[in-house]
């Protein structure tokens, strides 16, 4: 696949306000990878932080994906600059960045994520360009790397309205269980406090014109269309662990 050309028809996507929907995995395996990357989805991202997958397990995990025409993103360890320019490194076209809390530590997260003259991402022979055989038709592609924030704790939303300023930023992402952890209610999500912040979130992005992001973590249709009617416009739907879950609890 023409990993640029999806990047771009996303981000295009998110700037028109159409969702763009994709999922994740957490298992690092490259036939479930498969399974997953022809499934639909316009994206998937690899679970990094919440899943056992180590950067020598994405090269096959992401050639896996790309088979079906998904395109294969990663939401790293943790937001580390390191950790974004490994991902990027073995092939992905973007990453999701978890507990984004400031402008200046996403500032030097962005500009670690693209090739000069962008940014200060190394150069080099890579996976991700062939090993040096596509070298010269990779160089756009380092430019135009996908960057998710993914908004985690009330300290960021405090802070969200700087946050979408930064140049470089694709969309925001909210992270539910951790959001509503910093508010003290794990999990409660039907919450007065909790529809409030994201109620918040979205007006913050509306008014700067930056797409927003959720996880949709139990596929349910209903709850899908649900978010993209409030206008979510980067949609992870399900997980590859919470698909098997349900599919596989034996029948009484």
Request: charged share 20%; proline share 5%.
């Amino acid at each position: 696949m023409n990993r640029l050309e999806q990047v771009r028809k996303i981000r295009t996507m998110m700037r028109n306000g159409t969702a763009t929907i994709g999922s994740w995995m957490q298992i690092p395996d490259s036939n479930i990878a498969e399974i997953m990357g022809r499934a639909g989805y316009q994206w998937v991202a690899i679970d990094m932080e919440h899943g056992p997958v180590a950067v020598s397990q994405l090269p096959d995990i992401f050639r896996a994906l790309e088979l079906g025409g998904t395109l294969p993103l990663a939401r790293v360890a943790s937001p580390l600059p390191i950790n974004c320019r490994q991902a990027l490194d073995q092939g992905a076209a973007g990453v999701v960045v978890p507990m984004i809390s400031s402008a200046i530590q996403l500032e030097a997260i962005i500009n670690e994520c693209h090739w000069p003259p962008r940014g200060r991402r190394g150069v080099g022979f890579q996976r991700a360009n062939v090993f040096g055989k596509f070298f010269e038709s990779y160089m756009q592609e380092a430019q135009e790397s996908l960057v998710i924030a993914q908004i985690e704790h009330i300290d960021a939303v405090n802070n969200l309205e700087s946050i979408v300023k930064v140049d470089g930023l694709d969309a925001i992402m909210v992270g539910p269980y951790d959001l509503s952890a910093s508010l003290g209610i794990t999990g409660d999500f039907e919450n007065k406090k909790y529809k409030e912040v994201l109620n918040r979130i979205l007006q913050v992005c509306a008014k700067q014109k930056m797409a927003c992001g959720i996880h949709v973590v139990q596929p349910d249709t209903k709850m899908l269309a649900q978010r993209i009617g409030e206008g979510y416009t980067f949609i992870a739907y399900g997980v590859d662990t919470v698909f098997l879950n349900h599919s596989a609890t034996a029948p009484k």
